[in-house]
């Protein structure tokens, strides 16, 4: 490990970045955001005891907003054997410690809520004896998953009126859950191509029924699902997350040049709810500046494309994510914008102590990429503060 190498840190303390915020029922202390950050280390769908240590680290600065790695709503909505849930009562115990300890820190969470789709491991569902889940029949992520379908006799389902109704249940007591366990809200997961995301692709959903064919059919079952869990926990203990020119998962991003308006007509909707005295508590957009978060900072980037026409729309809290940590002088700018926070991730991961360091202008340690994915403390918990990476000689490297 070391420090970011050609990478000159800018102070931003005496920015917007750090006055303080209300979003929902929250006094937030900055506008630093830690996003979800799926690290797969959780067997069985269980967080375990690195994921304590995890968060803790990461919540240290008191008033910072945590969101959780995705948590599967359901059985049926996984795909994924080491990424956690929220459904059954193991995983709500082990949540409720990770809570706690954000809570001692004086910090704030949502646990992102999430279901997969499409992007499931075929294999995996026909073990357990789920269905292959999407917004429409055959319409396949790849070639990979169509080759997986076919040999594990697995077709692609677009799922039925009724099996949308139990999604919608399994969304309201997963965010029911998520309280229960002491979180302070939840976050709807609609971005990166995920089943909610891909019901308001033009190319992945090909229904014809109420469900697809329009830009308002295809938000129908996405609005459903927010205004239901709306309903159960409360407007102001909601967020929601999009991706409008996310190309991962083999969305259509900006190759269709309509995909804005369909992004303009959902985030319409969520502002007339607002108007109505429903206002979610914050919008998060994954700004074009990383259209595939599998890819390193810099590349596959949309920089013909901007979430700019958000503010135009939503007259709320939004949090702007994407290739932030080494774009300071950019993130000058975005917090210009009133009501807008901004997400790290990676770099957050690397520092725990990241909120402190962009406050004072602080070196960023480099991540370890190989480790981002591994069933290991390393790379996930044995990041050091600021002050433990100079007791190593990080400075002096």
Request: net charge negative; hydrophobic share 35%; proline share 5%.
């Amino acid at each position: 490990m070391s420090f970011v190498k050609d990478f000159k840190p800018v102070a931003l303390g005496d920015t917007n970045l750090f006055k303080p915020i209300q979003i929902g029922e929250m006094q937030l202390q900055h506008r630093a955001v830690l996003p979800p950050l799926t690290r797969m280390r959780d067997a069985n769908h269980i967080p375990n005891d690195w994921s304590v240590e995890y968060y803790d680290q990461r919540s240290k600065y008191p008033g910072s907003l945590i969101l959780t790695q995705g948590c599967f709503v359901s059985k049926q909505a996984s795909g994924y054997d080491v990424a956690p849930g929220i459904w059954n009562q193991d995983q709500i115990t082990e949540w409720t410690k990770i809570f706690k300890k954000i809570h001692e820190n004086k910090s704030y969470v949502y646990v992102q809520l999430w279901s997969i789709g499409r992007q499931a491991y075929p294999a995996l569902l026909k073990r357990d004896g789920l269905r292959y889940d999407s917004a429409s029949d055959g319409v396949y992520m790849d070639e990979e998953k169509k080759a997986d379908s076919i040999k594990y006799d697995l077709p692609q389902h677009g799922i039925t009126k009724d099996e949308m109704k139990q999604y919608i249940a399994d969304y309201v007591q997963a965010a029911k859950n998520s309280l229960a366990a002491g979180a302070d809200g939840v976050e709807i997961h609609c971005a990166n191509g995920y089943l909610i995301n891909q019901f308001l692709d033009p190319v992945c959903n090909t229904r014809t029924d109420e469900y697809g064919g329009s830009i308002e059919n295809r938000a129908r079952f996405p609005l459903e699902i927010i205004d239901a869990v709306m309903e159960t926990v409360g407007h102001q203990k909601v967020g929601v997350r999009f991706s409008p020119f996310g190309v991962f998962g083999n969305m259509v991003g900006s190759k269709d040049p309509c995909i804005i308006a369909q992004y303009a007509y959902i985030i319409g909707e969520l502002e007339k709810r607002a108007k109505e005295g429903k206002r979610l508590a914050y919008l998060h957009m994954i700004d074009p500046s990383v259209s595939d978060f599998t890819l390193t900072e810099g590349e596959g980037g949309d920089m013909t494309a901007d979430n700019e026409f958000v503010y135009s729309i939503w007259k709320g809290a939004v949090i702007r994510a994407g290739n932030m940590a080494l774009r300071p002088e950019a993130v000058r700018d975005i917090v210009k914008h009133e009501n807008t926070l901004v997400a790290y991730g990676r770099y957050w991961l690397a520092n725990p102590d990241l909120v402190q360091r962009l406050k004072d202008g602080l070196p960023l340690n480099e991540y370890d990429r190989p480790t981002f994915y591994t069933m290991t403390k390393e790379g996930y918990t044995d990041y050091p503060t600021y002050e433990e990476a100079l007791k190593l000689g990080w400075d002096k490297q």
